[in-house]
């Protein structure tokens, strides 16, 4: 007989016959992505169903009980003759069912289950997030703790190969001051922890916001990229010491000596000089 895989999800399930018929008529045989938003439906239609079967089963009872009648020798009337000559129609109604609707329970069973799982996924995606987000703000008030005036001017002189400017050091100051909130009132509190709250996170998402006249926060988590990339919160930290790269030394080309005797010109003497004795040097003439 024809038959399908009814495919949702993780999941298939077989249906032949007139569960596969009826299967044909329904909206998600075309389009099973919407399948897990069904799981609800599905399970509605379900009790649709069984409800429709309790009724034709009360129906064939009272067909069966009209045909015993008319054994009996009673005259039906049209009505009940009409009733009794649906009797056909009602079995064939009740076997599609019983035949469907194992299957399309087995079907909102998987589906059911599905939707447990993409919901705990989806919760424990939210915690991480959630989690990710208060680390973030926890540690960004600890660095900032750790922005004391012994370290910034360090870093205006250098410290671990990075320098700043006043500029970037007066970042640091402004950030710190608007995410500290030890001074404010405490009928403030609210609001200041809000603000405190608003600026951290802008800080944490880098957005292309300004903090403060002419600075962005995605500036400042550039500057912190920095900050730490040189480690400058560690103060344990030793920089490594880079050891001299080896200089290759050049062979030297070695001179070939030529024997004696070989190829070599006689060497003239070099002409003698000649003498000039003081009587023969003129009185205009230097000596040097």
Known sequence: SSGINAEYGEYTVKLTG???????????ATNPAKGLEMAEG?????????????????????????LQ?????????????????????????????????PQFKAIS???????????????TKRNE??????????????????????LKEQLLTGLNGLTLTETEV???????????SSGAKFADIDSSIESVSGHILGFLERKDKEMCEGVKYSDLAELFDRLHEHHVFDPDYVAPVLEPEPVEETPEEEVEEQPVGE?????????????VSAEEVSPDQNVC
């Not at 007139?18 to 998600?28: D, G, I, N, W």
């Not at 009724?55 to 069966?64: A, M, V, W």
């Open 69 to 101: 009648q008319k054994k009996g020798g009673k005259e039906l009337n049209s009505d009940q003759l009409t009733s009794v000559a649906s009797l056909s129609y009602v079995d064939a109604n009740l076997e599609q069912l019983r035949e469907f609707l």
């Open 42 to 66: 599905l399970d509605r239609f379900s009790q649709v169903v069984e409800k429709k079967m309790r009724n034709l089963e009360k129906r064939k009872t009272k067909i069966l009980d009209l």
């Open 18 to 28: 007139r569960a596969f018929e009826t299967f044909l008529r329904m909206p998600s």
């Open 170 to 180: 007066t970042m640091l100051d402004t950030f710190y001051t608007l995410t500290d």
């Open 263 to 275: 190829d070599m010109s006689p060497v003239e003497p070099a002409a003698e000089e000649p003498v």
């Open 109 to 123: 069973n998987e589906m059911e289950k599905t939707k447990k799982k993409v919901k705990r996924r989806e919760e």
């Open 129 to 150: 997030a959630e989690n990710k987000r208060v680390k973030g703000i926890l540690s960004t008030i600890h660095y900032l703790s750790k922005l004391s005036q012994e």
